[in-house]
């Protein structure tokens, strides 16, 4: 009888974040042809429109925030446990021109993978 009880202890679904916002985003970027066409009736499915443009942009940049961070994660573990637990301190101590560049060169970098992968795509 000690094996059919249930312990919740035991019992612990880890949630990905990414996995959920991926996820999240994929359904509402499914939904939005049904959603814009309560708004405009005269929208295709698909519109070429600036709604399309404005939610294929986020989709695609929140997608691709997610995917970096989970092969961030599962490629290099220690390099995510220092990001959260210790970047922000070492990075607070940094004098504030070298915050910027650190900063700009990181986001450049990001933007720059950004466009060459949207670009191999099209």
Not at 77 to 93: R, W
Not at 99 to 112: G, K, S, T, W
């Amino acid at each position: 009888m000690e094996i059919l009880q249930f312990n919740s202890k035991q019992l612990k679904l880890q949630i990905n974040k990414e996995l959920t916002a991926i996820l999240i985003i994929l359904a509402a970027f499914l939904l939005f042809p049904y959603l814009v066409r309560q708004l405009d009736f005269s929208a295709a499915p698909i519109d070429a429109g600036i709604f399309s443009a404005i939610i294929l942009a986020l989709v695609s940049i929140l997608i691709f925030q997610a995917v970096t961070w989970w092969i961030i994660r599962v490629i290099w573990p220690a390099f995510h446990t220092y990001s959260v637990y210790h970047f922000e301190n070492n990075f607070k101590s940094l004098e504030s021109w070298q915050r910027v560049i650190i900063y700009l060169a990181f986001y450049l970098l990001l933007l720059y993978s950004f466009v060459a992968v949207l670009a191999a795509l099209l």
